[in-house]
C-alpha cells in the first residue's frame, strides 16, 4: 500500500513486488538495462540525474494517493468494495478478478489486465482481489 513519487531523471527498478507506475503523456521512457529491450547509453546519461535523489513518499487519503504531479492520480481498489468512477480511466487489474460495469455492458479482468473506461462514461469497479484505476489529476 505504499507510494512514492519518482521526478524526471530518477533512474529505479523493480526487484521485487508488485508497482504500479503511471505518468504524464511522454514518450521519454529511456531503458538502461535489465531488459532485452533498446538500451540508448547516449540518451540516458543525458537525462539521468547522477546523484541519488530523494524519493518522496506519497500519503494516501482513503484509498487516494495523493501525488505532487497533478496530472494523474491513482485510486486503490480493495477487495470486496465498489467504487464509482469517471472516465477517462484505465482499470487495473492486480490480484484476483476485477469487474467494469457501465450502462452497457460488464467486463471482468484478471491481474495483469486492463479496461480502458471512455472519457464521459460512468463505471462501477468491484475487486475480490486488488485493483487500480489510473486517472486524470486536478489541474
Not at 47 to 73: C, H, I, R
Not at 82 to 105: L, M, N, Y
Request: charged letters at 15%; a negative charge; one cysteine or more.
Amino acid at each position: 500500500g505504499e507510494a512514492i513519487f519518482l521526478d524526471a531523471g530518477n533512474m529505479h527498478a523493480y526487484v521485487g513486488g508488485l508497482g504500479v507506475e503511471i505518468m504524464a503523456n511522454c514518450d521519454n521512457v529511456i531503458r538502461g538495462g535489465l531488459t532485452g529491450k533498446h538500451i540508448d547509453v547516449p540518451a540516458l546519461l543525458d537525462v539521468v540525474v547522477p546523484q541519488a535523489l530523494d524519493a518522496v513518499p506519497v500519503s494516501v487519503e482513503g484509498n487516494t494517493y495523493v501525488s505532487p504531479a497533478p496530472e494523474f492520480a491513482l485510486t486503490r481498489i480493495a477487495p470486496g468494495t465498489t467504487q464509482k468512477i469517471e472516465g477517462p480511466a484505465i482499470v487495473i487489474g492486480t490480484e484476483g478478478e476485477t469487474s467494469v460495469s457501465t450502462t452497457s455492458d460488464t467486463l471482468t479482468i484478471a491481474a495483469t489486465e486492463a479496461v480502458w473506461v471512455s472519457a464521459g462514461e460512468t463505471a462501477a469497479i468491484t475487486s475480490s482481489g486488488l485493483g487500480f484505476v489510473a486517472q486524470v489529476g486536478k489541474y
